[in-house]
């Protein structure tokens, strides 16, 4: 597939350049690839936390009455998200 870059900030650009990767951003196809990629994200999270996936935005829900447990089940939930994103080539910022 070969994109013209003219549409880019107003300038025209007389070259051509082949996509290598990806889903063109007002694809129908868009949301489902994306749905597809992080189906397994929610399966990271322990039982210990709910995920509430919507669009393309997750929260996550955790209920522990000690404050020291709490703690714990919030780094160890970041510490298994942190992982996924880094095998899925992700990153937090």
Same mark, same amino acid.
Request: glycine share 2%; charged share 20%.
């Given at each position: 597939?070969?994109v013209?870059?003219s549409?880019?900030?107003?300038?025209?650009?007389?070259?051509?350049?082949?996509i290598?990767?990806?889903?063109?951003?007002?694809?129908?196809?868009? !949301?489902?690839? @994306?749905?597809?990629? =992080? %189906?397994?994200?929610?399966?990271?999270?322990? #039982?210990?936390? +709910?995920?509430?996936?919507?669009?393309?935005?997750?929260?996550?829900?955790?209920?522990?009455?000690? !404050?020291?447990? @709490?703690?714990?089940? =919030? %780094?160890?939930?970041?510490d298994?998200?942190? #992982?996924?994103? +880094?095998?899925?080539?992700?990153?937090?910022?």
């Amino acid at each position: 597939m070969l994109v013209d870059n003219s549409f880019r900030n107003n300038t025209t650009f007389p070259e051509w350049y082949k996509i290598k990767h990806g889903v063109c951003k007002s694809s129908v196809l868009g !949301p489902f690839f @994306f749905l597809l990629y =992080i %189906n397994d994200l929610p399966n990271v999270i322990d #039982d210990l936390s +709910k995920p509430v996936p919507f669009a393309d935005d997750m929260s996550i829900i955790i209920r522990n009455p000690s !404050p020291s447990e @709490f703690k714990e089940d =919030i %780094n160890n939930i970041i510490d298994n998200l942190y #992982d996924w994103f +880094k095998v899925n080539s992700l990153s937090l910022i």
